[in-house]
C-alpha cells in the first residue's frame, strides 16, 4: 500500500500556554490539498512541522516516509512558498533562486538552469534580470512561488500563495497550482480566501481552534452536515406561488422572496426536491430551476467554524 505524501497522526504543538495544534490527524497524497481556517486556528504551525522548521511536541509527521525535521533528504523533496517577505537587498531575481537551488545541493551550472526554468514558469521571464527589492509587492510572490519550485520538490506547500496578486496574476498562479497538481505533486495551499481555494481544488482540510473538523472533498463534507438546513433558491416567474406551496412542506423553516426566485431554508431537502417537478408539471406554476445554494466551500466552512 502507498504511503501518503504527508502523514500527521496526533500532533500537538503548544506555545507556552497556547495549545496551537490539538491531537491533529490527516494524511496528504498527491494532488491539491486546501487548508483551510481563521486567523489562530494552527494552519501556520502545521506548516512549520511539516516543513521541518518545528520538532513535534507530542505525535508524528513523516513526509515521503521520513521525518523532516532536521533532515536534509526531506528537505530536497519540499518547496514551501512562506506566507513572510523577505528579500536579498541589491540580488536579482535569477541570483536569488539561483542561489537558493544551490542550497539544495545543485552545481551552480544547473541551479541557474533550474532557477531560470522557474521564474519563466511563473511569468518572471521579462523581470529576472532586476533586482527584486525593486519588485512590486506581486512579484515578489512570485520569487517566493518560484523558490518554491525551482528545485523540483515532490512535495510544495504555498502559505497564502495569493497575497498581493491583482486578478489576472492570481487567474495564472490558481491555475499554476492546478498544474502542480495535474504533475502528480502533493501540493498543500494555506489560505482563508475560500473562492480562491475552491479554484484550485475540491479537496480541503478545515482547522478551528487548532483541531480538524472536516477533511474531506467539499460534497462528502456537505454530506456529512446531512443534519443541518440546506438552503435552496428556486427560479420562478411567480416567486409568491411557489412560496405558498414550500410553506405547507415538512421541514421548511425559512422563505424569503426575492426577484424571480425563492430562497428556501429546509431540513428535509429531498421534500422539496421531489415536490419541484410536479409543481410545474400539474399544478402549472413557472418553476423555471432550483439549485443548493450552501454547498460552497464557504458554507460548508461557515457551518464548521461557527
Not at 53 to 76: H, K, S, Y
Not at 87 to 95: L, Q, R, W
Not at 248 to 259: A, F, I, N, S, Y
Amino acid at each position: 500500500m502507498t504511503l501518503p505524501s504527508i502523514r500527521v497522526q496526533d500532533l500537538s504543538m503548544w506555545y507556552g500556554d497556547v495549545l496551537a495544534v490539538n491531537e491533529v490527524t490527516a494524511d496528504f497524497g498527491p494532488g491539491v490539498t486546501g487548508l483551510l481556517g481563521p486567523n489562530g486556528a494552527g494552519k501556520s504551525t502545521l506548516i512549520k512541522v511539516v516543513a521541518g522548521m518545528l520538532a513535534p511536541r507530542i505525535g508524528t509527521v513523516t513526509v515521503m516516509g521520513e521525518a523532516p525535521f532536521d533532515n536534509p533528504r526531506v528537505m530536497r523533496r519540499v518547496g514551501l512558498c512562506p506566507e513572510q517577505d523577505a528579500v536579498y537587498a541589491g540580488a536579482t531575481a535569477i541570483e536569488t533562486l539561483t542561489y537558493l537551488t544551490r542550497l539544495h545541493g545543485y552545481p551552480k551550472g544547473d541551479a541557474s538552469a533550474r532557477a531560470r526554468e522557474a521564474l519563466v514558469r511563473v511569468g518572471l521571464e521579462a523581470a529576472m534580470d532586476r533586482p527584486v527589492a525593486g519588485y512590486s509587492k506581486g512579484m515578489r510572490q512570485r520569487v517566493r512561488l518560484a523558490q518554491a519550485l525551482a528545485h523540483g520538490p515532490d512535495v510544495v506547500i504555498l502559505d497564502e500563495p495569493l497575497n498581493g496578486l491583482d486578478p489576472v496574476a492570481r487567474r495564472d498562479i490558481v491555475a499554476l497550482v492546478r498544474a502542480l497538481g495535474d504533475e502528480g505533486r502533493c501540493v498543500v495551499v494555506s489560505s482563508h480566501v475560500l473562492h480562491e481555494v475552491e479554484a484550485m481544488t475540491r479537496r480541503v482540510l478545515m482547522m478551528a481552534h487548532g483541531r480538524v473538523v472536516a477533511d474531506g472533498t467539499i460534497e462528502e463534507i456537505r454530506r456529512d452536515l446531512s443534519d443541518r438546513p440546506l438552503a435552496i433558491e428556486v427560479t420562478t416567474a411567480d416567486p409568491r406561488a411557489v412560496a405558498r406551496l414550500a410553506v405547507e412542506l415538512p421541514g421548511v423553516l425559512r422563505l424569503e422572496l426575492r426577484d424571480r426566485a425563492v430562497h428556501v431554508v429546509t431540513s428535509k431537502p429531498l421534500e422539496l426536491f421531489q415536490a419541484l417537478p410536479a409543481w410545474r408539471s400539474t399544478a402549472g406554476v413557472p418553476v423555471d430551476g432550483w439549485r443548493p445554494v450552501d454547498e460552497s466551500l464557504e458554507a460548508v466552512f461557515r457551518y464548521l467554524t461557527t
